[in-house]
T-cell receptor, first 113, second 112 residues
Framework: AQSVTQPDIHITVSEGASLELRCNYSYGATPYLFWYVQSPGQGLQLLLKYFSGDTLVQGIKGFEAEFKRSQSSFNLRKPSVHWSDAAEYFCAVGSGGYQKVTFGTGTKLQVIP | DVKVTQSSRYLVKRTGEKVFLECVQDMDHENMFWYRQDPGLGLRLIYFSYDVKMKEKGDIPEGYSVSREKKERFSLILESASTNQTSMYLC???????????FGPGTRLLVL
């Protein structure tokens, strides 16, 4: 069965600092990988996704993620964090079609001035 | 823009009541999903539907049922609400190939 691990429950960074959120997945074939963001009181919004091709994926709001098959990882990065990035971030894995998408437990990001 | 709307943002019900949560999407998406979100547990799939009148159980279907009579509408039903169903409920939709799921704003349900 597919699974996703986000080892960091809560991360605090200073505004302007770089950010890396970790995601490890377990999946038997080539996965579809996603990062979603949830602002307080809102639903989830897609930041970026990887299906195939270039392993470095660019998303919205200046985020990027790198797929590393050898490490079963899909870490999310941003070079300079803004206060508005404070939110909860979810990594997810799926295979498309009729198969379900499995979400991680989320990482809550706090940004301090 | 894709829009997924949920009938209520906040709902308070009593134990034993029958509860209906409604979700509507306006992008003609084939797939629709119901999740519940709890602190520390992330999103857990309750049910999904890949076509009208079709449904598939997710990871935690016990205590819930669903209905999809029209393509744009997917309803979650709590037949007899219990306090352990107090949670945030999120609806989502996607195309058949699930490249992206689009989420509604969520319904925060409190069962007393």
């Amino acid at each position: 069965a597919q699974s996703v691990t986000q080892p960091d429950i809560h991360i605090t960074v200073s505004e302007g600092a770089s950010l890396e959120l970790r995601c490890n997945y377990s999946y038997g074939a080539t996965p579809y990988l996603f990062w979603y963001v949830q602002s307080p009181g809102q639903g989830l919004q897609l930041l970026l996704k990887y299906f195939s091709g270039d392993t470095l994926v660019q998303g919205i709001k200046g985020f990027e993620a790198e797929f590393k098959r050898s490490q079963s990882s899909f870490n999310l990065r941003k070079p300079s964090v803004h206060w508005s990035d404070a939110a909860e971030y979810f990594c997810a894995v799926g295979s498309g079609g009729y198969q379900k998408v499995t979400f991680g437990t989320g990482t809550k990001l706090q940004v301090i001035p | 823009d894709v829009k997924v709307t949920q009938s209520s943002r906040y709902l308070v019900k009593r134990t034993g009541e029958k509860v209906f949560l409604e979700c509507v999407q306006d992008m003609d998406h084939e797939n629709m999903f119901w999740y519940r979100q709890d602190p520390g547990l992330g999103l857990r799939l309750i049910y999904f539907s890949y076509d009208v009148k079709m449904k598939e159980k997710g990871d935690i279907p016990e205590g819930y049922s669903v209905s999809r009579e029209k393509k744009e509408r997917f309803s979650l039903i709590l037949e007899s609400a219990s306090t352990n169903q107090t949670s945030m409920y999120l609806c989502a939709s996607s195309t058949r190939y699930q490249e992206t799921q689009y989420f509604g704003p969520g319904t925060r349900l409190l069962v007393l």
